[in-house]
Each structure stands twice: as C-alpha cells, then as structure tokens.
C-alpha cells in the first residue's frame, strides 16, 4: 500500500514539475488535465471490421510495452496475439507495429483510447463509439507493485 502511495505521489510531482515548463498564456481544457501521464492498464472493445463481423481487441499497456490479442468474429475463432511497443505522444498513444494500417494510433480519454483512423483522426460517422476501448477496471492487471519480502 506504501509503494502504491507513493507510485502516485511521485507521479504527481513529475506532473507538476513538467506543467512548469508550460509557455506562460497557454491553458488546457478540463479534459486535458485528467489524462493521466501512464495509460498502463487493459482496454477491450469490439471495433468495426470490413471483412467480419468485428474485431474483438483486448490490449494490455504496460511500461512502454503492449500485448494485443484480437478475434475476428464471424469468421475465425482463432486469436491472434501481438506484442511490442508503444509511445505516447501528448494525448495519443502510437503502438510501434510491422503493419501499418489500423490499430496503430490511439486518442487518450479518461478510462478509454479511442482508435484513429489512418490519417490520425476520429471517426466522425455513426458509428464512431464503435471505435472506443474501454479500460477494464477489473482486469487481473498487475504493476508489480508487490511489498516487500522482509
């Protein structure tokens, strides 16, 4: 519980440190400031697909590293698992991939990525919450933030 405490207080000095470096008549949208600076967790969704039904997506974030395993229903049960990894970049996440169509650039929301399209934009259309990972709060997700063995 210590470490976990002070996880977030050493978080919320970098926070504050970086938001010094600002340019002074620079200011950020109620939005922007509850991004939080590590996105580490498990975000699933189920996003539209040209040739099946949906791609169902569970996609672990963790130090800098991803592990995605996606289902593509309606034409296979077969799950595909992929790992590398990612950069943030100011309110996006770019997962460092071979392919380089699709799934490569998400939008940081509090408890969602939403999925960029190939020019680095949302989806506008109707189905555009389609295209939203939800985080899963109750994923066994683990930060290794194990107490001490004394």
Known sequence: MKKLFLLYLSLGLIACASDSDVAEGTSKTEEELVIPDE?????????????????????????????????????????????????????????????????????????????LNDEGLEETGPDKERYILYLDEEADFDLNLEEDQE
Do not use: A
């Open 39 to 115: 996105v580490q967790g498990t975000y699933t969704g189920v996003v539209p697909c040209d040739d099946c039904e949906g791609i169902e997506i569970e996609l672990v974030l963790t130090s800098g590293r991803y592990n995605m395993s996606l289902v593509y229903q309606g034409k296979t049960d077969e799950i595909f698992l992929e790992d590398g990894t990612f950069q943030k970049e100011g309110d996006q996440i770019q997962l460092i991939r071979t392919e380089t169509s699709g799934l490569n650039k998400f939008l940081i929301r509090p408890g969602q990525l939403i999925m």
